[in-house]
């Protein structure tokens, strides 16, 4: 199985600043795209779809590049609660139904 | 309900030891899926059942064996495990019929977190 390929980071920001995380996924027959974000010993937890039209849901934009095979996701005027990890997510006909998970890019918000 | 409810959600167990994880949903889903995360690394995608049966096995060791005696239950069972073993265990669970364009939800269980000695 091809991979799903994120920013190592950690990426540490100050409250209010805006982050953007990449992806890249190798599989051009992968169709459903997502950021999930996992908090420390916790489960992962679906943050938001990606669409190619491009989709947002209050300070989150998600972006998709087909073409591209790149995935995107802006967070705006961060804050302390979204220190997590941020994990790309792709679907593709060789996993059936199973989602195939990015190694993560950590954010730690600082105040 | 919308949850999926994995138990023991911590197991320390031994070498020779035999034990089983078990995970639950009663959303009517019926695929169910089990995936290992080690820390600081994604989860991996162990195994598959689709409507009761084994879809994907990700060339998972034999220690390792899954069984899926309903549409709602989902067990692990374990079996003489080494120390690097030690992981994260997710349990999750969706509609099995859905095209592959669908963000269709995927609900993830708590996990069980285990500890080989």
């Known amino acids: 199985r091809k991979e799903v390929e994120q920013d190592p980071g950690p990426f540490n920001v100050p409250e209010g600043a805006t982050v953007a995380f990449n992806c890249t996924y190798s599989n051009s027959a992968s169709q459903s795209f997502f950021w999930y974000r996992q908090d420390c010993r916790k489960e992962p937890k679906l943050l938001m779809s990606?669409?190619?039209s491009g989709n947002e849901d209050g300070r989150f934009t998600a972006q998709l590049n087909r073409a591209s095979q790149y995935i995107s996701l802006l967070i705006r005027d961060s804050k302390l609660s979204d220190s997590a990890t941020y994990l790309c997510?792709?679907?593709?006909?060789?996993?059936?139904?199973?989602?195939?998970f990015g190694k993560g890019t950590t954010l730690s918000v600082s105040s | 309900d919308t949850e999926v409810t994995q138990t023991p959600k911590h197991l320390v167990m031994g070498m020779t030891n035999k034990k089983s994880l078990k995970c639950e949903q009663h959303?009517?889903?019926?695929?169910m899926y089990w995936y290992k995360q080690k820390a600081k690394k994604p989860p991996e995608l162990m195994f598959v059942y689709s409507y009761e049966k084994l879809s994907i096995n990700e060339s998972v060791p034999s220690r390792f064996s899954p069984e899926c005696p309903n549409s709602s239950l989902l067990n692990l069972h374990l079996h003489a495990l080494q120390p690097e073993d030690s992981a994260l265990y997710l349990c999750?669970?969706?509609?099995?019929?859905?095209?592959?364009?669908?963000?269709?939800?995927?609900?993830f269980g708590s996990g069980t977190r285990l500890t080989v000695v």
């Open positions: 959303m009517g889903h019926r695929a």
């Open positions: 990606v669409y190619s």
């Open positions: 999750a669970s969706s509609q099995a019929r859905q095209r592959l364009t669908s963000n269709y939800g995927y609900t």
């Open positions: 997510v792709v679907k593709d006909s060789q996993a059936g139904t199973a989602l195939i």
